[in-house]
C-alpha cells in the first residue's frame, strides 16, 4: 500500500477521518522499523510532536480552523532552528548548541499546523553532494543500502523516499536538495532566490542559500513551498513580491507551453544510462504538449568552478563566526584567545569544510581576488543574463538533474573534485537564483532513481511545479524502494 | 596555477586553521586539481558583466519595530530571557559575559 501524500493526511485530519496524534505516532512507528537501515534522523522529538499533534486535534474538536499542513509529520534538515532544540548542521563544531529562536521557514511550516518531527542528517555545513561529510551519522540511499542518498539533503530525501515522513524540508545551495531529490526518487524544490526566508538557517553561501521542500508528489511539494514561502523582514534578500496559489493551477497541463533543453548540456557526458532517461523525460514532455525547443546558454559550463569559488569564499566569511567563543566546541587549554580560535576550529570542522574555506579564503586573498572571486563574480553575472535571454525564448527549461543516479558510498570522499561535478546541472541555477526541481524520471538499468531538473524565471516556480505535475501524471513515477519495504 | 604545501599552510593560518602536515600534502593536491578546474573560468571572462548590474533580487528593510525575541519555542524557553539562552550556548560564561581566554599578549607570551 503506498503511504499517504501529506496532502490527504492533511485533509484527513482537518475533517476528522484521522488525528494528529495517530498520525504523528505511525510515523514515529515508520522511523522505527525504516531508519535502523535508512539512518536519516539525528533525533526525534517524540515529546514536542506529540503535545503539538494533540493541540491540533483538539483545536480541531473545538471547531476552529487547521491549517493546510494540519498534523503532517516533517522532518527538519540539521540547519535550521526550532527553539529550544538542538542544531548541529552536521558538525562537531556545533554539538551543544541550542536554538534560541525559530526559523522564519520552520515559523511558517508549523503556523501550517505541520508537525516537525525530528532533525535529518546532512554533509557538514551543507558541504558535499552524498551525506558522508556528515560528522554525526552515516545516511543509506533507500534504493540500495550500499548507495549515497546524495547531499547536502541526504537525511531529508532519504526519510522521505523511505516513507518515514511525507515531507521534509532541505536547503539548497548548489544543488543539495534536488540532487538528493534525484537519488531517493522524490520530488524536491530550489525555489527562487529570495522566495523563503532564511532567518535561521545557518549560513553557507548566503547569496544562494535558499530552504525548499521535498516530498513524494509534486502536489504535496506545491502545498508545502506555497505554507514555507512569503516576506520576512528579519531576511533582507527575502522578497515582498506576493506569493500565487501553486496548488490551484497545478493541473493545468502544459499544452502549448515551450519548453527548452539547453545546447551546452552535452548528454554525451551522462554516465550510465542517465541520456536514455533524459531522452525519455523529453518525449514524456511533448506527450503532455509541450513545444520542445532549443536554447543556448554558453556559460553553463562555467558553473560548477564558478560556483565553488563564490559560494567558497562566502563560507571562508560566513564560518568565521565558529571560533569557540560564543556558541559550540571550544578547544581546551588554549592559552590565547586566537589560540583557542585555531584550535577550536581545526578540531571541530572536518576535512571538507576545512577545504573550502581554505580554499574560499584563496580565492579573496589578497593577491588572488580579482582573478577569482572578481572574475567569478562576473561569469555569473553574465551566465545570469544569458539564463534571462533563454527564458525569452521557453517558458521553462528542462536538463538532467544529475550526471547519473546515485553512487555508492565511500567511491567519492577522496576525489572533492569528482564529488564536486556531480552539481554541473544544478549550480547554473543556483547562480541565476531560478526556482528548479527535480521531479522522478524513471530508473536507470540499477534499478536507481533519476531525475529531471525544471527550470524557470525568477519567481515562476508556480510554471515550473505546474510542469512538474503534468510530467508526474504522464510519467507516473512510483516511489517504492525494495529495501525499506 | 598548483598549491604547494607552504601556500596551503599559510592560507590555512590566515583562516585560523591548523592542519597536520598529512592533511597539507592531501590539501595541496586536492587544491591544486580544483584551482586547476577552476583557472577554465579565465577564457570566459570578458571582463564586462559585473554582478550586481544584473542583480534580480533587490534589498528589503526591515520595518524597525520593536517585537518579541523569540515567539515558537517551548514555553519554559518562552520564558528565559533571550540573554540567558544565549549564555546557554556559550562555552564559558561569568555574570552574564562571555568568557575568553586573555586577548592581549603578557610581555613574553606567545602572542
Redesign the interface.
Known amino acids: 500500500m503506498q503511504p499517504l501524500t501529506a496532502e490527504g493526511l492533511a485533509a484527513a485530519i482537518r475533517s476528522g477521518e484521522r488525528n494528529a496524534v495517530d498520525t504523528v505516532e505511525a510515523a514515529f512507528a515508520r522511523i522505527e522499523k525504516a531508519d535502523g537501515s535508512v539512518g536519516a534522523f539525528l533525533e526525534l522529538w517524540r515529546d ?1 510532536a506529540t503535545e503539538r499533534a494533540a493541540g491540533i486535534d483538539s483545536r480541531r474538536d473545538e471547531g476552529l480552523p487547521l491549517g493546510p499542513l494540519a498534523g503532517v509529520p516533517t522532518a527538519l534538515k540539521d540547519n535550521m532552528s ?3 532544540h538542538e542544531l548541529n548542521c552536521g558538525s562537531r563544531i556545533l554539538a ?3 536554538a ?3 526559523a522564519g521557514a ?2 511558517r511550516l ?1 503556523a501550517a499546523d505541520a508537525v516537525p518531527v525530528g532533525r535529518v542528517n546532512m554533509d557538514e555545513f551543507a558541504m558535499g553532494s552524498s551525506c558522508e561529510n556528515s560528522a554525526l551519522a552515516t545516511t543509506r540511499n533507500p534504493w540500495n543500502l550500499a548507495m549515497a542518498p546524495g547531499g547536502s539533503s541526504g537525511g531529508s530525501a532519504a526519510a522521505v523516499a523511505a516513507a518515514e515522513v511525507p515531507l521534509a524540508l532541505g536547503s539548497d545551495t548548489g544543488g543539495s536538495i534536488r540532487q538528493p531529490a534525484a537519488f531517493c526518487g522524490v520530488v524536491g524544490v530550489k525555489p527562487t ?2 522566495r523563503v526566508s532564511r532567518y535561521g538557517l545557518v549560513a553557507f553561501a548566503s547569496s544562494l542559500d535558499q530552504i525548499g521542500p521535498l516530498a513524494r508528489n509534486v502536489r504535496d511539494a506545491a502545498l508545502a513551498l506555497g505554507a514555507i514561502a512569503g ?1 520576512d ?8 513580491e506576493p506569493v500565487s496559489d501553486f496548488l490551484e493551477p497545478i493541473e493545468d497541463g502544459i499544452e502549448g507551453l515551450k519548453v527548452g533543453t539547453i545546447r551546452e548540456v552535452r548528454t554525451s557526458s551522462l554516465e550510465g544510462d542517465a541520456a536514455r532517461g533524459f531522452e525519455q523525460a523529453l518525449e514524456a514532455l511533448a506527450r503532455c504538449g509541450a513545444e520542445l525547443v532549443e536554447v543556448s546558454v554558453p ?1 553553463v559550463e ?1 558553473a ?3 560556483y ?2 563564490l559560494a567558497n569564499s562566502e563560507a ?1 566569511a560566513n564560518l ?1 563566526r565558529f ?8 578547544a581546551a587549554g ?10 577550536s ?2 578540531e571541530g ?1 572536518g ?1 571538507e569544510v ?2 573550502r ?3 574560499g ?2 580565492a579573496l ?1 589578497s593577491g588572488y581576488y580579482d582573478a ?1 572571486y572578481g ?8 551566465l ?2 544569458q539564463f ?1 535571454d533563454a527564458f525569452e525564448q521557453a517558458e521553462l527549461l528542462v536538463t538532467p538533474t544529475s550526471p547519473g543516479g546515485a553512487f555508492r558510498l565511500g567511491e567519492r570522499v577522496d ?3 569528482a564529488m ?1 561535478l556531480s552539481d554541473v546541472f544544478t549550480t547554473p541555477t543556483s547562480l541565476a ?1 531560478i526556482p528548479g526541481i527535480s521531479v522522478p524520471c524513471g530508473l536507470d538499468s540499477r534499478g536507481l532513481p533519476l531525475g529531471l531538473q525544471i527550470l524557470a524565471r ?1 519567481f515562476a516556480d508556480g510554471t515550473a511545479l505546474r510542469a512538474a505535475r503534468a510530467f508526474e501524471r504522464e510519467t507516473g513515477f512510483e516511489c517504492r524502494p525494495e529495501p525499506v519495504q | 596555477m598548483s598549491l604547494g604545501v607552504e601556500e596551503v599552510r599559510r592560507i590555512a593560518e590566515l583562516a585560523r586553521l591548523r592542519i597536520s602536515a598529512r592533511e597539507e600534502a592531501t590539501f595541496a593536491g586536492q587544491l591544486s586539481d580544483i584551482v586547476d578546474y577552476i583557472d577554465q573560468l579565465r577564457e570566459f571572462d570578458d571582463g564586462a558583466a559585473s554582478f550586481e548590474e544584473t542583480e534580480t533580487a533587490s534589498d528589503v528593510a526591515d520595518n524597525d519595530l520593536p517585537r518579541p525575541a523569540a515567539a515558537a519555542g517551548p514555553a519554559d524557553l518562552d520564558e528565559t530571557p533571550l540573554l540567558d539562552q544565549f549564555l546557554d550556548n556559550a562555552p564559558a560564561s561569568l555574570d552574564r559575559f562571555l568568557l575568553v581566554p586573555q586577548v592581549k599578549a603578557t610581555p613574553g607570551g606567545d602572542e
Not at chain 1, 523582514?233 to 515582498?240: A, F, G, K, L, Q
Not at chain 1, 571560533?323 to 571550544?330: E, W
Not at chain 1, 572574475?375 to 553574465?382: C, D, P
Request: aromatic share 12%; with cysteine; net charge positive.
Open positions: 514536542e526550532l527553539a529550544g551543544g548548541y541550542r534560541p529562536y525559530t520552520v515559523e508549523v532566490y529570495g516576506p523582514p528579519r531576511d533582507s534578500t527575502c522578497s515582498e556559460l562555467t560548477v568552478a564558478t565553488y569559488v571562508s568565521a571560533d569557540g567563543s560564543r556558541y559550540g566546541h571550544r588554549a592559552r590565547s584567545l586566537g589560540e583557542m580560535y585555531t584550535d576550529r581545526s570542522f576535512p576545512k577545504r574555506i581554505i580554499l579564503t584563496f586573498s577569482y572574475r567569478a563574480a562576473r561569469i555569473a553575472g553574465a545570469r543574463q534571462a576525489d572533492p573534485l564536486y537564483g525568477p
